[in-house]
Protein backbone atom coordinates (compact mmCIF):
# COMPACT_ATOMS: atom_id res chain seq x y z
CA UNK A 1 0.00 0.00 0.00
CA UNK A 2 1.29 3.74 -0.83
CA UNK A 3 2.22 5.32 2.07
CA UNK A 4 -0.55 7.85 3.36
CA UNK A 5 1.92 11.19 5.19
CA UNK A 6 0.91 11.96 8.66
CA UNK A 7 2.58 15.57 8.75
CA UNK A 8 4.41 18.05 7.08
CA UNK A 9 7.53 17.28 8.83
CA UNK A 10 7.20 13.50 7.35
CA UNK A 11 6.77 15.16 3.97
CA UNK A 12 9.63 17.23 4.02
CA UNK A 13 11.70 14.51 4.74
CA UNK A 14 9.86 12.20 1.78
CA UNK A 15 10.69 14.68 -0.81
CA UNK A 16 14.23 15.01 0.14
CA UNK A 17 14.39 11.37 -1.50
CA UNK A 18 15.78 10.46 -5.25
CA UNK A 19 12.58 10.71 -6.90
CA UNK A 20 9.20 11.08 -5.17
CA UNK A 21 5.76 11.23 -6.49
CA UNK A 22 3.22 12.86 -3.85
CA UNK A 23 -0.26 12.06 -4.75
CA UNK A 24 -2.77 14.91 -3.70
CA UNK A 25 -6.23 13.71 -2.53
CA UNK A 26 -8.87 13.31 -0.45
CA UNK A 27 -11.31 10.49 0.66
CA UNK A 28 -14.45 12.59 -0.67
CA UNK A 29 -12.81 12.84 -3.98
CA UNK A 30 -14.21 10.94 -7.14
CA UNK A 31 -11.84 11.32 -9.67
CA UNK A 32 -8.54 10.88 -6.35
CA UNK A 33 -10.88 7.59 -5.41
CA UNK A 34 -10.31 6.22 -9.46
CA UNK A 35 -6.20 6.93 -9.55
CA UNK A 36 -5.52 5.37 -6.01
CA UNK A 37 -5.65 2.37 -7.17
CA UNK A 38 -2.67 3.14 -10.22
CA UNK A 39 -1.30 5.10 -7.25
CA UNK A 40 -0.84 2.12 -5.53
CA UNK A 41 -0.39 -0.07 -8.50
CA UNK A 42 2.97 2.43 -8.85
CA UNK A 43 4.13 2.20 -5.66
CA UNK A 44 4.53 -1.30 -5.59
CA UNK A 45 6.27 -1.12 -9.48
CA UNK A 46 8.69 1.62 -8.32
CA UNK A 47 9.74 0.30 -5.25
CA UNK A 48 13.30 0.63 -4.67
CA UNK A 49 13.67 3.23 -7.82
CA UNK A 50 11.12 6.08 -6.86
CA UNK A 51 8.91 6.47 -3.96
CA UNK A 52 5.53 6.54 -4.57
CA UNK A 53 3.29 8.42 -1.34
CA UNK A 54 -0.19 10.14 -0.82
CA UNK A 55 -0.91 13.11 0.85
CA UNK A 56 -4.69 13.87 1.97
CA UNK A 57 -5.17 17.65 1.84
CA UNK A 58 -7.90 17.85 4.28
CA UNK A 59 -5.36 16.29 7.11
CA UNK A 60 -2.63 19.08 5.92
CA UNK A 61 -4.25 21.66 4.29
CA UNK A 62 -0.99 23.72 5.33
CA UNK A 63 1.40 21.26 2.89
CA UNK A 64 -1.46 21.55 -0.18
CA UNK A 65 -1.25 25.48 0.40
CA UNK A 66 2.15 26.00 0.71
CA UNK A 67 2.44 23.68 -2.78
CA UNK A 68 -0.77 25.62 -4.15
CA UNK A 69 -2.22 22.66 -4.52
CA UNK A 70 -5.99 23.92 -5.84
CA UNK A 71 -7.48 21.40 -7.35
CA UNK A 72 -7.20 17.51 -6.02
CA UNK A 73 -5.86 14.70 -7.06
CA UNK A 74 -2.55 16.54 -7.46
CA UNK A 75 0.54 14.59 -8.32
CA UNK A 76 3.68 16.55 -7.51
CA UNK A 77 7.12 14.85 -8.87
CA UNK A 78 10.34 15.50 -6.74
CA UNK A 79 13.84 15.02 -7.47
CA UNK A 80 16.42 15.35 -4.24
CA UNK A 81 13.48 17.64 -3.15
CA UNK A 82 13.16 20.00 -6.01
CA UNK A 83 9.73 19.78 -7.79
CA UNK A 84 10.35 19.07 -11.37
CA UNK A 85 6.84 18.33 -12.11
CA UNK A 86 2.94 18.49 -11.96
CA UNK A 87 -0.47 16.66 -13.07
CA UNK A 88 -3.43 17.61 -12.13
CA UNK A 89 -6.65 15.74 -12.59
CA UNK A 90 -6.65 11.82 -13.59
CA UNK A 91 -4.52 10.36 -15.78
CA UNK A 92 -3.93 6.99 -16.46
CA UNK A 93 -0.81 4.60 -15.30
CA UNK A 94 1.15 4.88 -18.75
CA UNK A 95 1.36 8.63 -18.53
CA UNK A 96 2.13 8.64 -14.91
CA UNK A 97 4.65 5.92 -15.42
CA UNK A 98 6.50 7.88 -18.39
CA UNK A 99 6.23 11.26 -16.16
CA UNK A 100 8.50 8.69 -13.62
CA UNK A 101 10.58 7.29 -15.91
CA UNK A 102 11.65 10.64 -17.03
CA UNK A 103 12.81 11.61 -13.53
CA UNK A 104 15.05 8.07 -13.40
Known amino acids: MAK ?6 EF ?3 IKGNVVVVDFFA ?3 GPCRMVAPVIEELS ?3 AGKAEVVKLNVDLLETV ?9 PTLIYFKNGIEVGREIG ?3 K ?3 AASIEKML
Open 90 to 92: FRP
Open 44 to 46: HEY
Open 94 to 96: SQI
Open 4 to 9: ILQSAE
Open 64 to 72: AYKYRVNTI
Open 12 to 14: ENV
Open 27 to 29: DWC
